[in-house]
C-alpha cells in the first residue's frame, strides 16, 4: 500500500513542479535537445549532436533535482550557480554550434537542427536571464559602516 502513495507522491512532485516556470523552461529545453537529436541523427553529418546529447542529459540531472527538492538536501553544491553557468553555457553553445552548421552546411536536417539549436540557444540564454536575479537576492553583502566595538 505504502508504494502506491509514493508512486503517486513522486507523479505528484513530477506534475507539480512542471507546473512552475522554472519546471517549464527545463521541460522545454530538454524536448529542444531531443528534437535537436533526432535532427542531427538524421542529417549528413551528426558529429554535432554531442553538445545536445551533453546538455539533455544535465538538463535531465538538473530536473531530477529540483524536482525531488534533493537541491534542499544537497547543500554542499551551490545550485543557483550550477543552474546558471548550465544555462550560460548551453546558450553560448547552442549558438556558436548553429552558427557553424548553418554557414558550412546544405542539407535539410543539418538546416532544421541548426535552426532549432538557435531557437535553442535563446531559450537557454532567456533561462540564465531568469535565474541571475535569484542569484543577486542570495548575495547578501558585507556591511561596510564602521563598526561600535572599535
Not at 550557480?81 to 542539407?107: E, Q
Request: hydrophobic share 50%; glycine share 12%; proline share 3%.
Amino acid at each position: 500500500m505504502e508504494s502506491s502513495s509514493n508512486a503517486e507522491g513522486c507523479m505528484g512532485q513530477c506534475t507539480g513542479f512542471m507546473r512552475t516556470h522554472k519546471g517549464m523552461i527545463l521541460l522545454a529545453e530538454i524536448i529542444a535537445c531531443i528534437l535537436i537529436l533526432i535532427c542531427y541523427g538524421a542529417s549528413v553529418t551528426p558529429g554535432y549532436s554531442g553538445l545536445a546529447c551533453f546538455m539533455l542529459i544535465y538538463g535531465i540531472v538538473i530536473f531530477i533535482f529540483f524536482m525531488c527538492n534533493l537541491h534542499h538536501q544537497i547543500t554542499f553544491i551551490h545550485w543557483g550557480w550550477t543552474d546558471f553557468i548550465r544555462a550560460l553555457i548551453g546558450a553560448v553553445a547552442f549558438l556558436i554550434t548553429s552558427l557553424i552548421v548553418l554557414i558550412g552546411h546544405r542539407d535539410g536536417a543539418g538546416i532544421a537542427a541548426a535552426v532549432i539549436g538557435m531557437l535553442t540557444g535563446i531559450l537557454f540564454g532567456y533561462d540564465a536571464y531568469t535565474i541571475l536575479p535569484t542569484l543577486r537576492k542570495s548575495h547578501a553583502a558585507a556591511p561596510t559602516g564602521p563598526s561600535d566595538g572599535i
